[in-house]
């Protein structure tokens, strides 16, 4: 069975360019869920979704934003990229509202590089 | 709002001791708990969780942990490590009735030398 996947899995970009970074969830989950992992930190919550709606936002700036495909998979988008979004972005999905309990299944991430 | 600490940033060991990893949390209402593990360039893997029931939670690779509710903690155990066990290891909190979003501490690398 296919896991969470996540394109590219590597990416290096510049200043003031823009990225997209894919998920794809585990077949049958409904929830997907973007973590920022900068090296040596634990994963920041960026957003998660639902049924193609925002169930939540964490404490990042408007650059960052995504949305969910009626297939369930997921796109997350930062404009503007500084130095400090080098990250592991993280997507991972779960299954739906009714037996969440918040166990996630994760993706191994796209490594983003801004120079 | 949830938050969780993991009170050791390093933690190495010899192979074949015991060996635990703390973790405390906050929160204000009933939780869940998790602990996961991340090797080198990959993703984070589920390793055990708490959820109900019986305090003493058992997972994969022969980690164990205990949930404390008295003193808010979920400590992960293992009587003996091998090399392989060398990684991130990372504690989350959910919070039951909430959003189910998970957060998670910074991370405790366990490091197993021979």
């Known amino acids: 069975d296919a896991g969470v996947t996540q394109s590219p899995t590597h990416l290096i970009k510049t200043r003031g360019q823009h990225v997209t970074l894919r998920c794809s969830p585990i077949?049958?989950?409904?929830?997907v869920s973007w973590y920022q992992q900068v090296l040596g930190q634990g994963p920041q919550f960026i957003f998660q979704?639902?049924?193609?709606?925002?169930?939540g936002r964490g404490n990042f700036p408007d650059r960052f934003s995504a949305r969910q495909f009626p297939n369930y998979s997921s796109e997350l988008n930062v404009n503007a990229l500084l130095l400090g979004d080098s990250a592991l972005y993280l997507c991972?999905?779960?299954?739906?509202?009714?037996?969440?309990?918040?166990?996630?299944?994760f993706g191994e991430g796209s490594r983003l590089t801004v120079l | 709002a949830q938050s969780v600490t993991q009170l050791d940033s390093q933690v190495p060991v010899f192979e074949e001791a015991p060996v635990e990893l703390r973790c405390n949390y906050s929160?204000?209402?009933?939780?869940?708990l998790f602990w996961y593990v991340q090797y080198p360039n990959q993703g984070l893997q589920l390793l055990l969780k708490?959820?109900?029931?019986?305090?003493l939670v058992k997972g994969i690779n022969g980690f164990e942990a205990e949930f404390n509710k008295s003193q808010t903690s979920f400590h992960l155990r293992k009587p003996s490590v091998h090399i392989s066990d060398t990684a991130e290891y990372f504690c989350?909190?959910?919070?039951?009735?909430?959003?189910?979003?998970?957060?998670f501490g910074r991370g405790t690398s366990l490091i197993v030398h021979p």
């Open positions: 979704y639902y049924e193609k709606e925002e169930r």
């Open positions: 989350a909190v959910s919070e039951y009735g909430g959003s189910y979003i998970p957060t």
């Open positions: 077949s049958g989950h409904k929830s």
């Open positions: 708490y959820l109900s029931g019986s305090t």
């Open positions: 991972a999905s779960s299954l739906d509202a009714g037996g969440n309990t918040g166990e996630l299944f």
């Open positions: 929160s204000s209402v009933s939780v869940y």
